[in-house]
């Protein structure tokens, strides 16, 4: 039985936590509504008791309360330490002007949040106990046994059956007991409430000049899941002085030369100073994160340039020796007039001009597999010590949804070697602001959308249906805040449609990004406060909450999630590295599948001939987003599915023609030959839907509902997917849209049929057979036969 709450020993512990200097100061208002405050926390707390003694599940009120518990005594600071909280506001920059208003409103804001909070939660326990509201219990997750990876996801196993699990929590949640700040007992309370994991640190001021490591490790790192994080940042001043070139070629979170020797050496001796001391044990059930979010921008323009080191580029020399073999090769792709490999040359950062050319693909090819080799030696030299120890990597979406290659990461190599597929996804809200440049975003995708999900649903998707038996790790999901966005007054059911919508798409496990407030204050450490999940109650109470619903409904998710992918598009890195349209091509192209319970999935040269293209070709359609530029695997990849009979939809007549250095490919059969391949000049909605749902047809691809969505804007919003569990169809639908949709469900080659629709979240049953799916809901709807 999970513990109560209300336990006197718990409230202690946070009062004792939260509570500093200021007490004495009065404010008639805020008193008022610390009153009310109380009066609904006994008021819910008392309603908990008894549907407890009646058998309810009240683990989702107890988040409620936890979180009530936690903003009252962060209010009660925040008013007494107005300069404090002013200065940290000022960290956003973009919203400086209403730092003085904003933090002067917040700690009244704070708790009249908290009673809408505790008001609705009381609303929801009362229609659960009237029979109105009828949700599933939600699994106590223990701190760590019982729980096994496998499959792509954790399992936990009660009573001799085993259940999927998602597990959770904020980034820095806890970080303050290495000092013995937090109560082990309060962690634990946040542990239930919102999850946690413990782990460990280690980076380079971490190593002395003797090669001694001290890990950085709090009291949960012996009790909770974890990672050990190897940080590369803030070298020690000794190697410094002992190594000055260390730096040259260092990148943002990577601070020397992943090609230095000596680097080499140094990283080497921190993977064997501290591997060893954690191997076998909880701090790494969940890995090791090789490294947070890197990127070796190496193109003039670029965000966070890197400029290579003399190692780099001797390296590079090496790369095209291999490459073209003879010098000769090199001068007649390159036009250049080289004596020999060691006199070549090539001005780094590189213009983006010479995009589409022999020596910009050479040369990004050569950033991406030395940025693979570096890693891989990292996991060499983990797998000494600890030969179990699993892998992953904090790659940043962006990177590859974006249209740039010239930043030296191979998502699908990189992806091969993790064994834990890490990233930090990030997804906004229309209603937020920003900097001017996600401002520019914003009044492009605000058109039609309130969320912006595509960051997110694309690497879920590329990860998971690359590789389906891998973990989906995103240890930090930005969906509450980035550096660059913030909403102010973020609506909480948005937090709920997010998180629903990652974890159909493939999400196994996250660490939302952050939490920001530590042991007696907010954390100054140039992190932005200023309307952060921190300072929302309600935001906070719906990520504990849907992280409840979702584990309640973990086997209806995995399977979503285990859909198969009925359209894929095909990814070539050698058109992402010369062609500036390519990603960007791609992303306009997502919409067309996402919005009608198509699921969407992505292949490769590599991932055809893993998965056996006979295969595949039975289960899919095959998209070519005008692949202009290909390697020869790639032609021979594509060529194979078509052969095995795959039915493939290219956009344009260019597909394939030129090979990875722009050169016109001239024993390529013309596709147009073969049936089975079907030609669009462009990428426009309505055909484009149209021509995928015909070929979907002939390949009994289709599903068994038809799901037909009206709304004011004329356009799809919503999105959905179906499967079936136990011998029921199940039916899953969000809407990330600007406006609600009545969405109308039939059943496939009998429109006639009435269907019987019951929302499992929910118990409710709708009459007749068409839903109103309000904005940020979602619903997982069980589809029967109406008789």
């Known amino acids: 039985m999970i513990p109560s709450f209300s336990s006197v020993r718990l409230w202690k512990a946070i009062i004792c936590m939260l509570v500093c200097s200021g007490w004495a100061m009065a404010d008639v208002s805020f008193a008022e509504w610390e009153r009310r405050v109380d009066a609904k926390m006994h008021q819910l707390e008392t309603m908990c008791q008894e549907a407890r003694e009646l058998g309810i599940d009240v683990s989702y009120e107890e988040v409620t309360l936890v979180t009530a518990r936690l903003f009252k005594s962060w209010a009660r600071w925040d008013l007494s330490h107005p300069q404090e909280i002013r200065e940290g506001m000022k960290w956003v920059w973009y919203l400086r002007d209403r730092v003085e208003a904003y933090a002067a409103q917040l700690p009244e804001r704070e708790l009249r949040e908290t009673c809408e909070m505790l008001d609705e939660a009381i609303q929801r326990l009362q229609a659960v106990r009237r029979g109105d509201l009828q949700r599933r219990r939600s699994p106590y997750i223990p701190l760590s046994y019982g729980l096994n990876l496998k499959d792509g996801y954790w399992y936990l196993r009660q009573k001799g059956k085993e259940r999927p699990v998602f597990l959770s929590g904020f980034v820095w949640m806890g970080s303050d007991m290495a000092n013995g700040k937090y109560p082990l007992d309060l962690m634990m309370m946040l542990h239930r409430t919102y999850g946690a994991y413990g782990g460990a640190y280690v980076g380079p001021h971490k190593v002395d000049e003797h090669g001694q490591v001290t890990l950085e490790m709090g009291e949960t790192a012996e009790i909770l899941i974890g990672n050990l994080f190897f940080g590369h940042r803030g070298l020690p001043k000794w190697l410094e002085e002992k190594y000055p070139e260390l730096k040259n070629g260092a990148t943002h979170y990577l601070y020397y ?141 962006g990177q590859f949804r974006g249209a740039t290659r010239s930043h030296g990461l191979d998502f699908e190599a990189l992806s091969d070697l993790e064994d834990i597929l890490g990233c930090d996804a990030k997804a906004l809200t229309d209603s937020g602001t920003g900097s001017k440049r996600y401002l520019g975003e914003l009044a492009e995708w605000g058109k039609r959308y309130r969320a912006y999900w595509q960051d997110m649903v694309m690497i879920y998707d590329f990860l998971k249906s690359l590789y389906p038996d891998k973990l989906v790790y995103d240890s930090e999901l930005h969906i509450f805040e980035t550096n660059h966005w913030r909403d102010l007054n973020m609506d909480p059911n948005y937090i709920r449609m997010i998180l629903w919508l990652g974890h159909v798409r493939g999400l196994g496990a996250n660490k939302a990004w952050c939490w920001l407030r530590n042991a007696s204050k907010w954390r100054n450490n140039g992190t932005m406060f200023m309307g952060s999940n921190m300072v929302q109650p309600k935001v906070m109470d719906a990520y504990g909450r849907a992280m409840k619903e979702l584990n309640a409904c973990s086997e209806e998710v995995v399977k979503l999630a285990r859909g198969r992918r009925v359209v894929r598009f095909f990814y070539s890195e050698a058109s992402a590295i010369n062609d500036a349209t390519y990603m960007p091509r791609i992303n306009r192209c997502y919409e067309v599948p996402v919005h009608r319970g198509w699921f969407c999935g992505w292949e490769t040269a590599r991932s055809l001939q893993r998965k056996g293209v006979e295969k595949v070709a039975r289960e899919c359609v095959l998209i070519l987003p005008q692949v202009r530029y290909a390697t020869s695997a790639d032609r021979q990849a594509v060529l194979a599915f078509i052969r095995a009979g795959g039915k493939v939809v290219a956009l344009g007549s260019d597909n394939l023609k030129l090979d990875e250095h722009a050169m016109p490919v001239n024993d390529l059969p013309d596709l147009a030959q073969f049936d089975n391949v079907t030609f669009l000049p462009e990428w426009q909605e309505e ?71 019951t929302d499992l979240l929910t118990g409710k049953t709708f009459a007749g057979n068409a839903v109103r799916v309000p904005v940020f809901s979602v619903m997982l709807l069980r589809v029967d036969r109406n008789p």
């Open 257 to 397: 030369d992943i090609d230095n020797p000596k680097t080499v050496e140094f990283v080497k001796g921190m993977i064997a100073g501290s591997v060893p001391e954690v191997a076998g044990t909880r701090a790494v059930k969940m890995g090791y994160l090789l490294a947070n979010e890197p990127h070796w921008h190496t193109a003039k323009g670029d965000w966070a340039l890197v400029h290579p080191s003399s190692f780099t580029m001797a390296k590079f020399r090496r790369y095209l020796r291999r490459v073209y073999r003879t010098i000769d090769r090199l001068n007649a792709a390159w036009r250049s007039q080289f004596r020999d490999f060691d006199s070549v040359s090539l001005e780094v950062p590189i213009d983006p001009k010479l995009r589409g050319t022999p020596p910009y693909y050479d040369w990004c090819r050569f950033n991406m597999e030395r940025v693979t080799d570096w890693f891989r030696m990292m996991k060499t030299e983990i797998r000494r010590y600890d030969p179990h120890g699993l892998v992953h990597i904090k790659l940043i979406p």
């Open 687 to 757: 055909p484009v839907a149209r021509v995928l749902e015909q070929v979907l047809s002939e390949l009994k691809l289709l599903g068994t509902c038809r799901v037909k969505e009206k709304n004011t804007l004329g356009v799809p919003v919503c999105i959905w997917q179906e499967t079936s569990l136990n011998g029921q169809r199940i039916l899953f639908i969000a809407n990330p849209g600007k406006v609600p949709a009545t969405v109308t469900v039939s059943l496939r080659g009998d429109a006639q049929q009435q269907v019987k629709l």
